[in-house]
C-alpha cells in the first residue's frame, strides 16, 4: 500500500530527531523561518545517543543562539516522552522562570496535534503544574531552578541548561554553590547510576564553572564549537539517513546564516577578550592569552636574526640541592 505524502512526513517525524526539531520551532515559533545548519544535526546525534543508551554523560558548549536550548531542554523531552511515555525526566537552570518556560515549551509541543497524531501513547495525565507535567503512563518532566528542590525526585534523565548565569561566574562563591549543588545533590538523583544520564547544555564562563568542576572528576563526552573555528574541524555522526560528514574550516563561523563572520568580529570588538572567548568561543582561558596577547610578540627565523639594540636575558636558576627540583631556564 502507498503511503500518502502526510503519511510519510509523520513517519519521518517519528524517525527523524532534525526533523522533529524543525517541528517543534514551527509549533512554538510560527511566524519565524527555521534556520537549519549542521550543528543541529551534531547535536541531535549526540542526544540521540542518551536516549538509546550509548552516551550516559554529555557536555554541550555553544555559542548564544544556537538553538542549543530548543533543541536539549525543550524538544528532546518531548521526544524522550513520546518515544517512551513512563520516561522520567528532570531539568534546571539558574533560574525559576527560564526553568517553567522551558516546561511549558514542551508541555505546548506534547499537548499540539502534530505530537499527538506522531506518538499517540503519550498522553498528559490531570496532574499538571507550572514547573511539572505527568504522563498517562507514569512518566514525567519536572523543571527547578540550580540549588532548587530535588528531594524526593527521581530521574532516567537529568538535563541542566545555563547552570550559571555570565554574570555570577566571576563570583567563587557562586561557582562553588553550583559545583557543589551538582556533586551532592545532581548525581544521586538518577533512579538508575549504571546507565541513568545527565546532560549539561552551557556556553563557557569560566575555567572553574561548571562544565570545568566535571571534567576534572569524570569522563564526559564534549561538543565544544566556538562561534569562529579555531581549527580544521570534521564531525562524523550516525543519523536515520546514514553516515554524515560535516567539515568547518579554521577561521569559518560556525551558523553564517544566523551570526556570520562580521557579525561575530563586531561582537568580540564590543566585548572584553575573556568574555568572548567563554561566551562565544568556548574557551575560558583565550587561544592567544588574555593580558598578555599572542600577537604582542615578534618571531623571526633563527638563522637569519635580526640587529638589536639590546638584547636581555632573565635567568630562574631555581637551584634547590634535591633530584626532583625545578630545571633552570634562561629566556633571551
Not at 499537548?111 to 514525567?140: H, I, K, V, Y
Request: charged share 25%; aromatic share 10%.
Amino acid at each position: 500500500m502507498m503511503l500518502s505524502d502526510a503519511d510519510l512526513y509523520r513517519e519521518a517525524l517519528r524517525l527523524d530527531f532534525v526533523a522533529f526539531i524543525h517541528r517543534c520551532f514551527g509549533e512554538l515559533n510560527p511566524t519565524t523561518s527555521f534556520d537549519y545548519n549542521w550543528h543541529i544535526e551534531v547535536m541531535a546525534a549526540a542526544l540521540e545517543d542518551c536516549r538509546l543508551g550509548r552516551c550516559r554523560r554529555l557536555i554541550i558548549n555553544f555559542p548564544p543562539r544556537s538553538l542549543k536550548t530548543l533543541t536539549a531542554s525543550i524538544a528532546f523531552p518531548a521526544w524522550l516522552l513520546g518515544h517512551n511515555p513512563s520516561t522520567k525526566i528532570i531539568t534546571a537552570s539558574y533560574g525559576a522562570d527560564l526553568a517553567e518556560k522551558n516546561a511549558r515549551d514542551t508541555r505546548q509541543i506534547i499537548n499540539s496535534q502534530f505530537f499527538r497524531e506522531l506518538f499517540p501513547g503519550c498522553r498528559l495525565s490531570d496532574r499538571q503544574a507550572a514547573q511539572e507535567f505527568e504522563t498517562t503512563a507514569g512518566g514525567l518532566r519536572y523543571a527547578t531552578s540550580v540549588g532548587g528542590p530535588f528531594t524526593g525526585r527521581g530521574a532516567d534523565i537529568i538535563i541542566l541548561d545555563d547552570a550559571l548565569k555570565p554574570d555570577q561566574a566571576l563570583s567563587e562563591r557562586e561557582r562553588m554553590n553550583v559545583n557543589s549543588w551538582f556533586s551532592n545533590t545532581v548525581r544521586s538523583r538518577l533512579d538508575d547510576q549504571r546507565n541513568g544520564v545527565i546532560i549539561l547544555i552551557m556556553q563557557r564562563l569560566h575555567m572553574d564553572d561548571l562544565v570545568g568542576h566535571v571534567l576534572q572528576r569524570d569522563q564526559w563526552r564534549v561538543l565544544r564549537f566556538p562561534a569562529i573555528a579555531e581549527e580544521p574541524e570534521r564531525h562524523v555522526v550516525d543519523t536515520v539517513h546514514g553516515r554524515r560528514t560535516f567539515k568547518r574550516a579554521a577561521g569559518e563561523a560556525l551558523h553564517p546564516a544566523r551570526q556570520p563572520l562580521h557579525i561575530l568580529n563586531e561582537l568580540k570588538a564590543s566585548m572584553t577578550d575573556y568574555d568572548f572567548a567563554g561566551q562565544y568561543q568556548q574557551a575560558p582561558v583565550p587561544l592567544g592569552g588574555g593580558m598578555i596577547k599572542d600577537e604582542w610578540f615578534v618571531r623571526f627565523d633563527l638563522f637569519d636574526p635580526p640587529s638589536f639594540d639590546r638584547i636581555v636575558q632573565s635567568w630562574d636558576t631555581a637551584s634547590t640541592p634535591t633530584t626532583l627540583g625545578d630545571y633552570s631556564v634562561c629566556t633571551t
